[in-house]
């Protein structure tokens, strides 16, 4: 997936600003249609700011952040978090159960056995043991309080990284509507892009989709109020299937325009890993979601789902 914003004459022209920020391990941008410079920056910093906050609550490699807390927790003990990374947590709970267990953010143990898998690769019986501190059925959300409670003899190591920057992006838009701020795209690294209302002139802003192989563009996309996430585009990339413990795609690469980037983000990692049917299914329960498949052969082979649907009104996703 890339993005076309245009060239720098056009950004000028239409008073569109382009603010950068490094957060999460990845490059955040922004690009905001005001007609004041100056009153555009202090609103992106401010999001950009609420993003480092968020990195500070969300990431397990940061001591005492919120869901490393919850990765010290042992059998029926529990923790209050802030209300981000509990909404986080009931967000990827839901999703976890509608993707069949496919998108899991409780397997961290399982994804520290495969990072350095080029040195040494994780045998059978350390995967079985990593996966013995996965699963959500471990963990219990409180309905009163922002509480979280472990019910395992196993710590649960919770990840957040195929959810939080999405996360973070939906914040900040959020932000930018607090600025009055309407008229703007946001990119979460390159495989997240969030679109708030459309340019002047334009029916949205403009989107590319391209071959991860050949860089052909394959689709052109006007996108407004929803966003589009990717997943399987670098040469090699093998997702970790959170039911099996092993590195695997059933597809090559998946775009998906969802309502918010952090649903996008789950749902392009989830849908590299279910079979075409179970991906049908999803979406025709949720017509608010479109994929668009890669899928594995020969010779390049795609599968559209809702892709039409969503297509039809800048109301709801895109026109391409």
């Keep these: ?87 986080c947590l009931k967000m990827c709970q839901m999703l976890w159960r509608e993707t069949n267990h496919a998108f899991d953010i409780t397997i961290g143990e399982v994804l520290t056995l495969w990072k350095n898998r080029e040195q040494v690769r994780p045998d059978a019986e350390s995967i079985k043991a990593a996966l013995l501190h996965s699963g959500f059925d471990r963990i219990v959300l409180g309905t009163s309080e922002y509480s979280v409670t472990v019910h395992d003899e196993n710590p649960v190591c919770l990840d957040l990284g195929g959810f939080g920057k999405g996360y973070a992006v939906d914040v900040a838009a959020a932000f930018l509507r607090e600025w009055q701020i309407e008229k703007a795209l946001i990119h979460g690294g390159q495989s997240s892009s969030l679109a708030m209302a459309a340019p002047d002139g334009r029916e949205g802003w403009p989107v590319t989709i391209s071959h991860p192989a050949s860089n052909e563009i394959l689709y052109a996309l006007d996108l407004q109020f929803s966003a589009i996430s990717s997943s399987g585009l670098r040469k090699g990339e093998h997702i970790v299937d959170p039911r099996t413990g092993y590195p695997e795609n059933t597809h090559l690469a998946s775009w998906v325009v969802t309502p918010s980037a952090a649903e996008g983000d789950a749902l392009s990692t989830a849908f590299l890993l279910l079979s075409r049917s179970e991906i049908q299914a999803y979406c025709e329960k949720f017509s608010d979601v479109c994929c668009l498949l890669l899928q594995k052969g020969g010779q390049d082979e795609w599968t559209a789902f809702n892709w039409n649907n969503k297509t039809e009104s800048s109301e709801n996703g895109c026109h391409s």
């Design 1 to 87: 997936m890339n993005h076309q914003t245009g060239s720098e004459g056009w950004l000028r022209e239409n008073s569109i600003h382009h603010f950068s920020h490094r957060a999460m391990a990845t490059v955040f941008e922004m690009f905001i249609q005001h007609v004041e410079h100056d009153y555009a920056r202090q609103a992106a910093q401010e999001a950009f700011e609420e993003i480092d906050r968020l990195e500070l609550e969300l990431s397990r490699f940061i001591m005492n952040s919120d869901i490393s807390r919850i990765s010290t927790l042992r059998n029926g003990a529990s923790t209050i978090i802030g209300l981000d990374a509990f909404t």
